[in-house]
């Protein structure tokens, strides 16, 4: 009984251990770009929500993933077949440095800063 549930464990940490390594995280800044390798015979590549993340196919072997919006959305990566050959989870937020976010009730003014700080936009892309 105890083999069986031993067994059974360690089948079940290798099916969680798969989906993960079947779809892992690109984590990208807003405003800022990441490339992307694609396996051979990739033929389509698609973004799920454009708000969050733009991507460019710059050949058969790599794409830009641009992030436009904060949030998760994510990468599909389309064969000759029509199957899915890769799906990667893409998460846009705050970049580590240089960046200050005001907060005036519902509107939200971003400031990218070096030296000094330049008004980059509203949130809302204004």
């Known amino acids: 009984m105890r083999h069986a549930l031993i067994s059974l464990s360690v089948a079940f940490a290798a099916l969680a251990g798969g989906s993960q390594a079947a779809a892992p995280t690109l984590s990208v800044p807003i405003d800022q770009s990441a ?3 694609l396996p051979a ?8 929500n454009p708000a969050i993340a733009d991507v ?3 050949d058969g072997r790599n794409a830009v993933v641009l992030g436009k919006g904060y ?3 994510n990468l599909l990566v389309i064969d000759q077949l029509g199957r899915t050959v890769m799906e990667r989870q893409i998460v846009v937020s705050a970049p580590e440095a240089g960046r200050v976010s005001v907060i005036r009730g519902p509107k939200v003014e971003e400031y990218a800063c070096a030296t000094g700080c330049e008004r980059a936009g509203d949130a809302d892309g204004k």
């Open 35 to 37: 490339r992307v390798a």
């Open 41 to 48: 015979g990739t033929r389509d590549v698609m973004i799920g």
């Open 56 to 58: 460019s196919v710059l």
């Open 71 to 73: 949030g998760v959305t």
